[in-house]
């Protein structure tokens, strides 16, 4: 089955919390001791989906189904209050180093969770992972639907916001300083930018070759500095003259109440 959340430990810190060590006897009874180490990963998985529920916090039921498939692969089913899932802790070795592989995912297949979010999956992700993760050296994050669920309407609405600030950008640059405002030397960094992005658009974009994608080239970092820029307007000497007289007469002007 295809498992939504995957996730691997690696290099356990205390070997003795999966393995149990045990001293016996030679096997003709002299003072010989024979070191025996006894594989206790089932139990301490189960303490970690112990944990796991008390961090969830809801009410939900959990049993562990056992070693099924291989040595190692130790199953859980959990219940939630709308879907039932799968919980699969699989021990491995690499070099030595011992390596647990978690797997969760629906007990029933029909499931389309690329369609919706799981707030009840994202809870017992992130309540597995961290009950357990400081016990390992190492943790890597191999797949996860409902992050990409996430990602997916997060990006939709961060795209929707960008091309909203290019269309503001667009309009009131052109209305104000005409089609060739990101020639001004205060944006020289932009201009640069449109430069060497414009031609790689419209090569790779054929439909794009009789339009000025100048704008549509700029980074998100790009429009957030263009906004934010000193832009600095050339005015005639007799002009700036006629603003300051008329500023220090309104400046200095009695009120009619002193008057």
Not at 28 to 41: A, L, M, N, S
Not at 182 to 193: G, I, N, T, V
Request: include cysteine; aromatic fraction near 12%.
């Amino acid at each position: 089955m295809g498992y939504e959340i995957e996730f691997k430990l690696i290099d356990i810190k205390d070997i003795n919390k999966i393995q149990c060590v045990e001293e016996t006897e030679g096997l003709f009874g002299d003072d010989v001791k024979v070191v025996c180490r006894h594989d206790i990963t089932d139990e301490y998985c189960k303490t970690i989906m112990q944990r796991a529920m008390t961090r969830i916090a809801i009410e939900c039921e959990w049993r562990y189904i056992g070693c099924t498939e291989r040595i190692g692969h130790h199953e859980f089913e959990v219940s939630g209050l709308v879907n039932k899932y799968i919980v699969i802790f699989q021990q491995d070795t690499y070099e030595w180093n011992v390596q647990l592989t978690v797997e969760i995912g629906y007990k029933n297949s029909c499931h389309k969770s690329e369609q919706s979010y799981d707030a009840f999956l994202e809870k017992l992700k992130l309540a597995i992972k961290n009950s357990m993760v400081r016990d390992w050296y190492k943790c890597v994050w191999i797949s996860d639907s409902q992050s990409l669920w996430l990602s997916r309407e997060v990006y939709s609405e961060i795209y929707m916001a960008e091309n909203e600030l290019r269309a503001f950008v667009s309009k009131v640059m052109i209305d104000n300083f005409g089609a060739e405002w990101h020639d001004r030397p205060e944006f020289s960094k932009l201009s640069a930018s449109i430069e060497l992005n414009a031609d790689n658009v419209k090569r790779n974009v054929p439909n794009f070759a009789n339009i000025d994608v100048n704008l549509y080239t700029v980074t998100l970092e790009g429009l957030m500095d263009t906004v934010q820029s000193d832009i600095y307007i050339l005015t005639p000497c007799h002009l700036i003259q006629k603003f300051k007289r008329e500023l220090k007469v309104k400046f200095f002007q009695q009120p009619n109440w002193i008057k």
